[in-house]
């Protein structure tokens, strides 16, 4: 068989297996194969021989979720690299993130699986059993294969990395001083904090519009709307990132009376958010409306639709008293402060004295340029802010950054506070390790929105922990690598999904 001739689509792979079904022994493996290699063709023989036919399924590009530089091949060469070996009778790319409805579409008499995948409860996303769960309801035999296991990942890291050449040798640094199992039990230790979250709630309304050019009356730009989409942004996001990752997420934020969106909003957060809304009588819920070229993803224009006076006086103060009567409960409070009137006064005064740890975020927006700096606080333990930010509090444009950090935690007393600096990475100081700085990850992006929120949310959580700060800066990259590969706020960074990117950043 030409092996060309041996990938086709999904479907027609079902039919063959179908076709054989009863008359000769069907074996499927399924896999990413991002980087063919000797464990790969030693797992593939293995699984022939196990079978008359062996048929193997892909894991489609837009469900590898290991990071955004992965995979390093697209799907057709992989499924050629594949159809290349003689012990392979038919390939497919894959329908679906996962082997399971797989299985049931093609009914193999044996699933083969890679040694590395022998023991299911090593596997923390639980894929593994729910296909060893497929295999037994379609009497499909579950088997592994017996040989020295190899890893893409470490191969792509080593020889085929992608990264900046900055990227790849801070990462092989870092592998030194930390392994996978150090990080990923950072992540286990976030699984016992109880978190507190407040903060603005802001709606990301998405326009997606064709330009189709200049008014004949007017100099005004003319655009035909195509699709729209409404995001739950905010603290709304901070929340539901929170939510994979902590045992408990407390929610406390104003929305507005008018426009109902109540029942949105409650819709929007993940099962795990515990919310207390407090209604702003007379007001809007804060809606940020953009329109955005629906080709480049370019935003071309923004309208705030708000009230950003804050809530009344006594609905405040009833307010303040709703937060403070469950602080002392948590370990952790994030003040998500967009500037837009939720934490008062009276809020961040309270928060001062009552939070055990208390992170902060003062967000520099075009609603509150120039006028709501991290310099409205008087204490935090620890603070995340992006570089215009920092620079903002101190009315300084083009100085030196470092000492501008130096004086904002000295005055806060902070633990850590985190600078993002966009393509140039991270920078964190701490009163015990000084000055470190991280590169940046992300290699794609899609949409900056919500990235800095997914950053403060993770790394609040780390950095409540105690743990170094390259380790507190090295998790929120990654989740605000994962972020801007995300439309909006369309989904918030998990766990899992982190833990999958870590994996292909530390092999």
């Not at 955005?292 to 224009?301: A, D, M, R, S, V």
């Not at 603070?383 to 903002?392: D, G, I, K, N, Y």
């Given at each position: 068989m030409h092996n060309m001739s041996k990938i086709v689509p999904f479907e027609e792979l079902a039919k063959k297996a179908a076709a054989a079904k009863g008359k000769q022994k069907i074996v499927l493996a399924h896999g990413c194969f991002d980087l063919l290699h000797i464990g790969h063709i030693r797992y593939l023989r293995q699984a022939r021989a196990m079978g008359d036919l062996l048929f193997v399924t892909i894991s489609p590009d837009r469900f590898v979720d290991k990071g955004p530089h992965r995979p390093a091949f697209n799907e057709n060469l992989r499924a050629e690299a594949i159809a290349s070996l003689d012990c392979v009778d038919g390939v497919a790319i894959n329908l679906w993130p996962t082997a399971e409805e797989t299985l049931r579409a093609i009914r193999p008499d044996v699933y083969c699986k890679g040694?590395?995948?022998?023991?299911?409860?090593?596997?923390?996303?639980?894929k593994l059993q729910a296909e060893e769960n497929v295999a037994r309801e379609i009497g499909a035999e579950m088997a592994f294969s017996k040989d020295v296991v190899f890893s893409s990942t470490n191969l792509i890291n080593?020889?085929?990395?992608?990264?900046?050449?900055?990227?790849?040798?801070?990462?092989?640094?870092?592998?030194?001083?930390?392994?996978?199992?150090d990080i990923v039990k950072v992540l286990d230790g976030m699984r016992d904090l109880k978190v507190l979250v407040l903060g603005d709630t802001i709606l990301d309304d998405y326009h997606y519009c064709n330009v189709i050019g200049s008014s004949s009356k007017e100099p005004v730009l003319a655009l035909k709307h195509d699709a729209s989409d409404l995001f739950a942004g905010g603290v709304l996001a901070v929340a539901n990132h929170l939510s994979s990752y902590a045992a408990e997420v407390r929610l406390f934020t104003v929305i507005g009376e008018l426009g109902g969106r109540e029942q949105f909003i409650r819709e929007s957060l993940a099962p795990q958010v515990r919310p207390h809304l407090a209604l702003h009588k007379g007001a809007p819920t804060i809606e940020k409306r953009r329109y955005?070229?629906?080709?480049?993803?370019?935003?071309?224009?923004?309208?705030?639709?708000?009230?950003?006076?804050?809530?009344?006086?006594?609905?405040?103060?009833?307010?303040?008293?709703?937060v403070e009567a469950e602080v002392d409960g948590?370990?952790?409070v994030i003040a998500a402060d967009f500037g837009h009137g939720t934490i008062s006064p009276a809020m961040r005064r309270m928060l001062e004295k009552k939070a055990k740890f208390l992170a902060v975020n003062t967000q520099a927006n075009a609603g509150n340029r120039g006028f709501h700096t991290i310099g409205r606080y008087e204490r935090a333990d620890y603070?995340?802010?992006?570089?215009?930010?920092?620079?903002?509090e101190d009315r300084d444009l083009s100085g030196p950054?470092?000492?501008?950090m130096e004086k904002a935690a000295k005055r806060l007393g902070t633990k850590a506070l985190a600078v993002t600096r966009g393509k140039k990475g991270c920078t964190i100081h701490t009163p015990d390790e000084g000055l470190v700085e991280v590169p940046a990850f992300a290699q794609k992006v899609v949409d900056r929105i919500g990235s800095g929120d997914a950053f403060f949310a993770i790394s609040s959580m780390a950095a409540a922990l105690g743990v170094p700060s390259e380790v507190i800066v090295l998790l929120g990259n990654v989740v605000g690598g994962l972020a801007v590969g995300v439309i909006g706020n369309k989904k918030a960074i998990?766990?899992?999904?982190?833990?999958?990117?870590?994996?292909s950043l530390l092999k």
């Open positions: 040694s590395d995948f022998k023991d299911a409860k090593s596997d923390a996303t639980g080593r020889f085929l990395s992608t990264f900046p050449e900055e990227v790849q040798q801070y990462l092989n640094v870092f592998r030194l001083r930390y392994s996978e199992a955005i070229e629906g080709y480049t993803l370019n935003k071309l224009i923004e309208i705030y639709h708000m009230d950003d006076s804050g809530l009344p006086p006594d609905d405040d103060a009833a307010f303040v008293a709703a948590y370990d952790l603070v995340s802010l992006a570089e215009p930010e920092m620079r903002l950054l470092v000492p501008i998990d766990r899992m999904s982190t833990q999958k990117y870590l994996t």
